[in-house]
């Protein structure tokens, strides 16, 4: 059975998302149609564009992503379809696809002719997927571009220094649990390290060192315990650097976004030393 997921900043009170699902179940029948998150922080690309990228991998080949932030039709010039690692994605032209993939990628990228009986977004992304599902050409269905022809999120980029000593990278997420994720990668820091210390500057903290795991402390001089809602950084599931609150709590302890004051877009420093 084909697949179609959805990502979108509906939420699940109102009648949205119910709406979409129907418009595509009556266009395609026979399609399933997984929910990756309807809880996306308004019009948040970033936002988006980093849940996409951590769940799309785990899904078949041929499955259909529809994004649906800040994708309304009256309010963007272009809509995309980029296939990458067998997968389709259906954004608008925003820079969705900036953290999906880069221009070292292979993929292809089509600016999508956007058909008069198109009223809207998901009537136009309903017609390529069916496209994409009869096996389509897809040239047929918008003009090729290049990665670097797209809108790009210059935000979901970090930014090496040129003598590669410093690397300036930004919080673009904050997950569930408060936890503030960065848009440094594990491979891109290790890359402009070689193997030096270095120090790591959010708010007013410091840090020298990234935890293997949450529980990465130096228990012979005191317990796990005693460093409860204590600051730390890690490399995430995704190999994201990420603060965190050992074992945070809302209640109690709190978290980088309710104890620290972390915000989407905050600045985080790594200067590398010598």
Known sequence: MSIITLTT??????????????????KIPKVQIIDISHSIDFYNIANAS???????KNFPEGTIHMV??????NDQKSFLLTKLNGHYFLTANNGTISLLADANDVLEIYDLHIPDFCANTVDLYNFIA??????????????KIS????????????????????????VIYIDHYGNAVTNLTKQLFEKVRKNRKFIITAKRYRINRINEFYADFNT???????Y?????????????LQMAIYKSDDENIGNPKSLLGVLYRDTVIIEFID
């Open 9 to 26: 900043d509906y939420g699940i009170k109102d009648h949205f998302v119910g709406a979409v699902k129907g418009k595509i179940l009556t």
């Open 220 to 226: 012979e001089s005191k317990s796990l315990r005693e």
């Open 50 to 56: 980093y849940v996409l990228y951590g769940a799309y």
């Open 147 to 170: 990665y670097n022809d797209c809108e790009l999120l210059v935000e979901l980029r970090p930014n090496v220094a040129d003598d590669e000593n410093s690397i300036k990278a930004a």
């Open 68 to 73: 649906l932030v800040e994708a309304e039709m």
């Open 228 to 240: 409860e809602g204590d600051m730390l950084f890690i490399f995430n599931d995704l190999d994201f």
């Open 130 to 143: 069916e496209s994409i599902l009869k096996n389509t050409n897809l040239d047929t269905l918008g003009s």
